[in-house]
């Protein structure tokens, strides 16, 4: 499918996959919910540990 070809232009990337759930089910059940949650906390933990590693390095500069 095409989310599997975009998940794939990066790296960076992870295509998730939970069976039975829909875009509306995201936010009306438990599990849909904590599944959303739990994949924007992990772009985020990871957005902070890419700064981190970016910003330990002496060449580096804010915003760069």
């Known amino acids: 499918?095409?989310?599997d070809e975009l998940a794939r232009l990066s790296t960076h990337s992870a295509h998730r996959?939970?069976?039975d759930v829909s875009h509306m089910s995201l936010v009306?059940?438990?599990?849909?919910?904590?599944f959303a949650i739990q994949a924007i906390r992990d772009v985020v933990d990871a957005v902070r540990a890419s700064e981190v590693a970016e910003g330990s390095r002496p060449d580096s500069q804010p915003g760069n």
């Open 1 to 3: 499918p095409l989310q």
């Open 28 to 34: 009306q059940t438990r599990t849909g919910a904590a």
């Open 17 to 19: 996959v939970l069976p």
